[in-house]
C-alpha cells in the first residue's frame, strides 16, 4: 500500500522552503516592486511546498480512514510524469537563466551589461524566476500557485519597467539604442 512518511513530510516542507528561498537571500530590494516581487515568489515557494509535501498529502493520508487511497501517488498529478519532465526542462532552463544573468552583472561590477544573455534579452534573471515558478506549475499544480504564478509574473514585469525607467535616466540614449535592440523577456530567433 503506502508508507505513512511518505505522505506526511513537514520536513520536506521546511527543507524545500529553505534551500528556494536561498535566491531571495542573495537579492537587494530597493524598490517597492522588488520587495513584493521577492514576497510573491516566497508565497509561491511556501504554497508550493506545503500543498507538495504537507497539506493534500496529509488529506491522502486521511482519505484511507475514510474510503480509500489511489493506488500509485502519481495519480494525484494533474500531468504525470510528462508534466515532471517538461517541468523540470522549464525549471532547468530558468535556474540557469539566473544563474548566468548573476555572473554576467557581478563580474561587472556596477558598469552596464549589454552582451552575453544581456545581449539576447534584457532581463534575463526575472525571465528565469518566471520560467523556474512556471516550470514548478507545470510540474506540480496546486490552486495556490495556480493563483500565484500571474501575479508574480506581472510583478517581475512590472519590476523590470521600473528598472528600465531608472536605466533611461541614468544611461540615455545608449540604453535607449539597447533597448531596441535586444527584446525584454523573449530572445529572437534569428
Known amino acids: 500500500m503506502f508508507e505513512f512518511e511518505y505522505f506526511y513530510r513537514w520536513d520536506l516542507v521546511i527543507a524545500g522552503i529553505l534551500v528556494f528561498s536561498i535566491f ?52 494525484g498529478h494533474l500531468l504525470g510524469l510528462p508534466g515532471f519532465v517538461i517541468g523540470s526542462i522549464i525549471s532547468g532552463i530558468g535556474v540557469y537563466l539566473i544563474i548566468i544573468g548573476w555572473r554576467k552583472v557581478y563580474a561587472a561590477k556596477g558598469e552596464f551589461v549589454d552582451y552575453g544573455i544581456y545581449g539576447r534579452v534584457r532581463h534575463p534573471q526575472y525571465l528565469g524566476f518566471i520560467l523556474f515558478t512556471l516550470g514548478w506549475l507545470i510540474h506540480w499544480p ?22 528600465e525607467k531608472r536605466l533611461k535616466s541614468k544611461l540615455g540614449i545608449e540604453y535607449e539604442n539597447y533597448s531596441k535592440k535586444v527584446p525584454m523577456f523573449f530572445p529572437r530567433l534569428n
Open 142 to 163: 496546486t490552486i495556490f500557485t495556480a493563483i500565484l504564478w500571474p501575479i508574480m509574473t506581472l510583478s517581475y514585469y512590472k519590476l523590470a519597467k521600473d528598472e
Open 24 to 75: 531571495l537571500v542573495s537579492l537587494s530590494f530597493r524598490t517597492k516592486y522588488e520587495k513584493r516581487s521577492g514576497g510573491l515568489y516566497f508565497s509561491f515557494i511556501v504554497s508550493l511546498f506545503a500543498e507538495m509535501y504537507g497539506i493534500p498529502l496529509t488529506i491522502y493520508l486521511f482519505s484511507t480512514y475514510l474510503g480509500g487511497m489511489p493506488d500509485t501517488y502519481w495519480k
